[in-house]
């Protein structure tokens, strides 16, 4: 059976270990770890040591652990425990023996000299990993964020993410290879973060320097809305059971389809930021309407277009467990059955139903496909007429 002994380290050029980690050392044969590892322990290795590179994607290093049934020293950045290899070792080898030796990791380093209470600060991943665990910190509105950036995620890309939802009132703490010689530590503000360029590895600690107060419920006049069609955008109180059908507790991904102000999709990124949004509109003006709107009430993390749903590809994004039906060009059953094709199991499509046509129109088109009818509500708001909101499920 395979054992793992992880070694956590900085950048350091000349790392510091314990003397029970130099024992370790000292008796082992296999080590692994990545490139930079490599070049950092080389010189402290035995003369006769076989190094395994640890490489994306990891399966081809696990079967080259698995084929020497041995004992592996490994050497991860950091805290290996903290979003580490450590970690993926104890999923993939569930039964193994595994003792950590951890160092500070990046971001408890860039806290220490900036003289941050890390006690206090969330931390959101991107390595690997979706805008979206950034997305909820900024929604709350945490006051110290770390967070782990990646190749493609990077603090440029970060700064702008933030900027065009007009998350500004965050300060900027940018370290670069953190804890070595080259360490590098930078304050800047979110505009300057859009900027930036910067060295691998990186982190951030984002402090709050405002509040910015949100609702629940945000009022239609505080929409910036079509020119001179003020009524043509979900009212609060239908946006509100709107929401509550589409049980945003438990979804991962929502689509809006004929968006128009973005109202649905603004409210529910905020009631609901571990969610993705995906919304599409064909007016052109609408463009401009989502971006003014996310802009206005802080909400990052929609991806939108301008197209016809009828010629869009759908399989562009990615497969929902939501769906919201703003608007259908009068072909609500051709519709409903390609979003239904794209649906997962026990996924819900809610339709907001403003005559008995479009109610009937509905059903039926439910009726022609694997869902069922889980729920409707009639409501009226004001002297508009009563529509009807309707929740359909798909099979498990």
């Not at 490599?38 to 652990?65: A, M």
């Not at 290996?80 to 993939?92: D, H, I, S, W």
């Amino acid at each position: 059976m395979c054992s793992f002994q992880v070694i956590g380290i900085s950048d350091e050029v000349t790392p510091v270990f314990s003397d029970e980690v130099k024992t370790i050392i000292a008796a082992a044969h296999y080590f692994s770890g990545g490139t930079r590892h490599y070049e950092l322990v080389k010189h402290l290795l035995p003369v006769h040591h076989q190094w395994i590179e640890v490489l994306v994607p990891l399966q081809g290093t696990f079967e080259q652990y698995r084929a020497l049934n041995a004992e592996v020293v490994v050497f991860a950045s950091g805290d290996p425990l903290f979003f580490g290899l450590a970690n993926t070792l104890k999923r993939e080898f569930p039964d193994a023996p595994l003792k950590v030796y951890p160092a500070f990791n990046s971001l408890q380093m860039l806290a220490h000299h900036c003289h941050l209470p890390y006690g206090l600060m969330k931390v959101a991943t991107l390595t690997g990993r979706p805008w979206t665990n950034l997305d909820k910190e900024l929604v709350d509105g945490s006051e110290l964020i770390g967070v782990l950036t990646d190749k493609n995620k990077t603090p440029a890309a970060i700064g702008q993410h933030m900027k065009e939802a007009g998350l500004i009132n965050y300060k900027v703490y940018l370290g670069e290879r953190m804890g070595g010689e080259h360490q590098r530590v930078r304050q800047l503000s979110v505009d300057e973060l859009t900027r930036v360029q910067t060295s691998m590895p990186n982190c951030l600690v984002l402090e709050k320097t405002s509040h910015f107060e949100r609702c629940l419920g945000i009022p239609e006049a505080d929409f910036h809305y079509l020119e001179g069609r003020p009524r043509m955008i979900t009212k609060r109180s239908i946006r509100l059971m709107t929401l509550s059908m589409l049980k945003l507790d438990t979804a991962s991904v929502l689509w809006d389809i004929g968006f128009c102000t973005g109202s649905v999709s603004i409210e529910a990124k905020q009631l609901a930021p571990h969610m993705e949004v995906f919304a599409m509109e064909k007016r052109k003006e609408s463009k401009e309407l989502m971006l003014k709107n996310q802009q206005k009430f802080r909400v990052p993390g929609i991806h939108f277009c301008i197209e016809d749903f009828y010629s869009f590809d759908l399989s562009q994004w990615k497969s929902p467990d939501r769906i919201f039906i703003g608007g259908h060009g009068g072909r609500l059953h051709e519709m409903v059955t390609q979003l239904e094709s794209h649906l997962q199991p026990g996924g819900i499509i809610v339709f907001n139903a403003v005559s008995d046509e479009t109610a009937a129109a509905f059903k039926n088109a439910i009726e022609g496909v694997s869902m069922t009818l889980s729920d409707e509500m009639r409501l009226q708001q004001d002297d508009h007429n009563p529509l009807i909101i309707y929740q359909a499920m798909k099979s498990k």
